[in-house]
C-alpha cells in the first residue's frame, strides 16, 4: 500500500500550538486522522483537492486549521489551544473515491503516524 509521511509531531504544553505537515504526492480529497491506543481511528480534518472546503470534527472546530498547498505537494494541520484530549498519533490520508467522506474506509493511502503528546 503506498504511504504518505507525516512531520511536525512532539511534545507541547496545554494550550500550545503544533503544525503538522503531510508530504501528499497527489490532488484528492485529502484528512487527517487520530488515534488513541486501544482506540479507534478518528477523523479530525478534511479537505477539497483545491483547498476550498474543509470540515472538522466538533471536538477541534475553532482550534485546528487544515490546508493544503497544491503546487508543493503538502497538506498541513495547523493545531492551536491544545489539550491533553488531543494526544494521539496523528495520520494524513489521501481518498481513493471523490466523493470521499469523513469515513476511514474511504481513504486507501496513508502515512505512517506523527505522535502529538500534550501535557499540563
Known amino acids: 500500500q503506498e504511504q504518505l509521511v507525516e512531520s511536525g509531531g512532539g511534545p507541547v504544553q496545554t494550550g500550545g500550538s503544533l503544525r503538522l505537515s503531510c508530504a501528499a504526492f497527489?490532488?484528492?480529497?485529502m484528512a487527517w486522522f487520530r488515534q488513541v491506543r486501544g482506540m479507534e481511528r478518528e477523523f479530525v480534518a478534511q479537505?477539497?483537492?483545491?483547498?476550498?472546503?474543509?470540515d472538522y470534527a466538533d471536538s477541534v472546530k475553532g482550534r485546528f486549521t487544515v490546508s493544503r498547498d497544491v503546487a508543493k505537494n503538502t497538506m498541513y494541520l495547523q493545531m492551536n489551544s491544545l489539550k491533553p484530549e488531543d494526544t494521539a498519533v496523528y495520520y494524513c490520508a489521501a481518498a481513493k473515491i471523490p466523493w470521499a467522506t469523513t469515513a476511514v474506509d474511504d481513504y486507501d493511502v496513508w502515512g505512517q503516524g506523527t505522535q502529538v503528546t500534550v501535557s499540563s
Open positions: 497527489s490532488d484528492t480529497v
Open positions: 479537505i477539497s483537492q483545491n483547498g476550498g472546503r474543509t
